[in-house]
């Protein structure tokens, strides 16, 4: 079974400055997606940012990008010049592609950011 | 185009009570996923549906948890006999099986309180 690690409950910086949340994952499989959710006190989960694991250029999106290193199962989000609008929680996710057609996600226990004004 | 739908927002159920949680996925969606949220704690799948069938329920628990997603109509996720432990926000999230790119779309959640 696959596992995803987060290892900082908690982060916290000021605001236009970058910062960089951690993610590690543990499976056997060779392709698979990786996701950074978003989840601001609305609750409402939204997607940032998606990676192909059989890719090798790291996505970006906007002000979001990703630094994944397939070898060393890691994932980690950079958010650059940082917005108040950006403090929530933020969940890693993993999606196997073995079983075609079942997307369900194996999500982190989360990092709770903070910007600061 | 409207997004996820789930209702109601907040449900308040007394131990012993049952509890129905409605989900409406996407327009053209036919893929649903339940989650559930302990508090301060991440997302846990549940159930994963199509229409009329259940396709992977790995992570339900085995007693008074129960899906359905009929051919008309949301899918339910149902709670009977509820206890204080089942307290907890339900996501539900659709996705399309053509494009099979790991894309799902979250509702805004249901938060079930159980007193």
């Known amino acids: 079974a696959q596992t995803v690690t987060q290892s900082q409950p908690e982060m916290s910086v000021q605001e236009a400055e970058t910062v960089t949340l951690s993610c590690t994952y543990d499976?056997?499989?060779?392709?698979?997606?990786l996701f950074w959710y978003k989840q601001p006190p609305s609750r409402q989960m939204i997607l940032v940012i998606r990676?192909?694991?059989?890719?090798?250029q790291n996505a970006t999106e906007n002000r979001f990008s990703v630094n994944f290193q397939k070898a060393a199962k890691s994932f980690s989000l950079k958010i650059s010049d940082s917005q108040l609008g950006d403090t929530a929680m933020y969940f890693c996710a993993f999606m196997s592609t073995r079983d075609f057609g079942n997307e369900k996600l194996t999500f982190g226990t989360g990092t709770r950011l903070t910007i600061i004004p | 185009n409207a997004g996820v739908m789930q209702n109601p927002r907040h449900l308040v159920r007394r131990r012993g009570q049952e509890a129905r949680l409605r989900c409406s996925p996407m327009?053209?969606?036919?893929?649903v996923y339940w989650y559930r949220q302990l508090p301060e704690e991440g997302l846990k799948f549940m159930v994963y549906l199509q229409k009329e069938n259940i396709i992977d329920e790995s992570g339900m628990p085995k007693e008074r948890f129960s899906a359905e997603f009929p051919k008309e109509g949301p899918s339910i996720l149902r709670i009977q006999q509820v206890v204080r432990g089942d307290s907890a926000a339900y996501f539900c999230?659709?996705?399309?099986?053509?494009?099979?790119?790991?894309?799902?779309?979250f509702g805004p959640g249901t938060r079930l309180t159980v007193t």
């Open positions: 327009k053209g969606h036919s893929h």
């Open positions: 990676q192909e694991a059989y890719k090798q």
């Open positions: 499976t056997s499989e060779s392709n698979y997606y």
């Open positions: 999230a659709s996705s399309t099986r053509e494009r099979h790119n790991g894309e799902q779309y």
